[in-house]
Structures are given as C-alpha cells and as structure tokens.
C-alpha cells in the first residue's frame, strides 16, 4: 500500500511555470510505477507522465518538452515540473502509483493507489 499527498498547485498565467510535488509512502511492496494525472471538469482522467522504476519516463504528447517528471528516492518526493503552461493545462493533477508489471502507464485504472490531488489553474 502506498500513501501519496500532492502539493505545489495554484494559480498562473499562460507561459509562467509551477512545480507539483507528492509526498509518498509506502511498505515493502514495491517497486512501483509512479506517475501524475491530470482531470479538467467535465473529462475523464489523463495521463501526463510517468516514471518507471527503471528510470524510463513516458509523456502524453500534449506536455512533451513543456512537462519533465522526476524522482527523489531519498526524499521520498515526486515531482512534475511544468513550464509554458497553456489554459488547456487547467486541471486537478493527481500522483498514482502503480505495479509496473504490463502497466499500460497512460491507463488510469491500471493505478491502485492515487492521492486527493491539487488543483492547477491557468489563465
């Protein structure tokens, strides 16, 4: 089981910058998949970014080169970097973590554990 608390969402304007951070804790059941996703009002959940234990990060198309996700292991930490933050950012981003065996990581239901997530907004 893993705990996950996300911080660092607010208000910006277009092209200004935020960092997103989640807070994780875990038992011995690991390693995990660890990735952000993000809801506007009205859609589904979407996969922005995830890092595999290997390291391997995988991006949706629409943050590639905007977007860099990241791990500190002996802070316990992730984080999702974003610059040039567009309006269509606006959304409640939230931290999974998921089993990586055959994990489909844009796939929300493939993540059993999420956090209450922080909200992101753009104008």
């Known amino acids: 089981h893993v705990q996950l608390v996300e911080s660092g969402g607010g208000s910006v304007q277009t092209g200004g910058s935020l960092r997103l951070s989640c807070a994780v804790s875990e038992d011995t059941s690991g390693p995990y998949c660890m990735g952000w996703f993000r809801q506007a009002p009205g859609k589904g959940r979407e996969g922005v970014a995830t890092v595999a234990p290997s390291g391997k990060t995988y991006y949706a198309d629409s943050v590639k080169g905007r977007f860099t996700i990241a791990q500190d292991k002996a802070k316990a930490t992730l984080y999702l970097e974003m610059d040039s933050l567009q309006v269509e950012d606006t959304a409640m981003y939230y931290c999974?973590?998921?089993?990586?065996?055959?994990?489909?990581?844009?796939?929300?239901?493939?993540?059993?554990?999420w956090g209450q997530g922080t909200q992101v907004t753009v104008s």
């Open positions: 999974a973590a998921g089993d990586p065996l055959d994990l489909v990581w844009y796939r929300a239901d493939e993540y059993a554990n």
